[in-house]
């Protein structure tokens, strides 16, 4: 269509302080939607809401926004997963990749699931994939979570850490971010099922440590040490300004007065459990 003489039409002209549509902010990282896990992480946030349970986080701006990280995590409770992972969606809605025993994979319904969210399959004892693929989703950009204890802790004390993270780190050439999470054993955790009414309103506490820059040729052993001991301080830490008191409570670690099991005795019972677990398994 023609104009009028002397008239001309105005060039990408947008209106003041309105960004155009399909424009995301500089500081936001585009990413494909996940249907499945997002389901996943509206049901925890509905299951954590009914509970009324309490979070409460330091160190929150640690989490990256962007780029690919180690996030070496406590465990002494089963839903500690969710819980990081919750505590991450509501700092910028990023999906935590979780290293899982292959065991779970194996469940008709929770290894879809697993499947579903990419998460990775571990085999105790071949590792060998499970690293391969570790390594691979950090150098593309993930977020992988890992419980570098290797299991729950039954002691509620930071028990000695696998080298694993910091393999991984190492070779994907990302940083190791240590996460500590305190309270949320009291929803569920190994020999204890609370009721709902020990559950409702639990304080959760994470504290997220400085990341620890890993370099290619890192001594795994030495910086495994360090992480341990990081982690156990998230710990202490936590435990010490816990807005509950444990002492007598089967939740709080032995030396804090508390009636969980002594590391030492927490070793025993699991090796009895590894034990048991394994002649099952030849008799099959």
Known sequence: MSTRAGSHKPKNVQPKNVQPRNVQPSNVQPRNVEATYATAIAAGRSVFGLLRVKPGTSGLQRLPDSGGAVLAITHFGYLDFALVEWMMWQKNRRH??????????????????????????????????????????????????????????????????????????????????????WGGHRLLTKN??????????????????????????????????????????????????????????????????????TPEQAAIVEAERKRRKAAAESRE
């Open 96 to 181: 935590i990749r979780f290293l899982a025993k292959k065991g779970a994979f194996r469940h008709p319904l929770v290894g879809r699931l697993l499947r579903a969210m990419r998460h990775i399959s571990v085999d105790m004892t071949d590792g060998a994939l499970a690293y391969s693929q570790a390594v691979a989703a950090l150098r593309d950009g993930e977020v992988l979570g890992v419980f570098p204890e290797g299991g729950v802790n039954a002691s509620f004390t930071v028990r000695a850490l696998k080298t694993g993270a910091v393999r991984m780190a190492a070779e994907a050439g990302v940083p190791i971010i240590p996460v500590a999470v």
């Open 192 to 261: 204890h099922k609370p009721s709902v009414r020990e559950a409702f309103r639990v304080p959760v506490r994470f504290a997220i440590g400085e990341p620890i820059p890993v370099p290619r040729q890192a001594d795994a052993a030495a910086l495994t040490l360090e992480l341990h001991t990081t982690l156990q301080g998230l710990v202490d830490a936590l435990q010490t300004s816990y807005p509950a008191d444990g002492r007598g409570r089967w939740w709080q670690p032995a030396h804090l007065g508390g009636t969980a099991p």
